[in-house]
């Protein structure tokens, strides 16, 4: 099964490097991760070990001009859990 939750906004530098932040902040925690995409928030559980990419384009137009789009890649495998570990960290 694939689940994709897509958000897009036009935001300011600020904005986007506020985001950027928080975004780190959650990942530089502990447990699950809370990333907000448009309406919704979605609970992630990342690893200790992630795969990190960053790709950069740039395009040139005639009648688009130029544009640079930077992609930040995020990728990892949940840690397995089972009832038996969930149940002792309650304790």
Do not use: C, F, H
């Not at 689940?3 to 986007?16: G, I, M, N, P, Q």
């Amino acid at each position: 099964m694939v689940d994709k939750t897509l958000s897009a906004d036009e935001v300011t530098r600020e904005e986007a490097a506020e985001r950027l932040r928080a975004l780190a902040d959650e990942i530089d925690g502990t447990g699950a991760t809370s990333v907000r995409t448009g309406n919704k928030t979605v609970d992630l559980t990342p690893s200790e070990s992630i795969a990190y990419e960053v790709g950069v384009r740039e395009r040139s137009s005639i009648l688009r001009g130029q544009r640079e789009t930077v992609t930040v890649k995020l990728d990892w495998k949940p840690p397995k859990t089972t009832e038996g570990t969930e149940e002792s960290e309650a304790e």
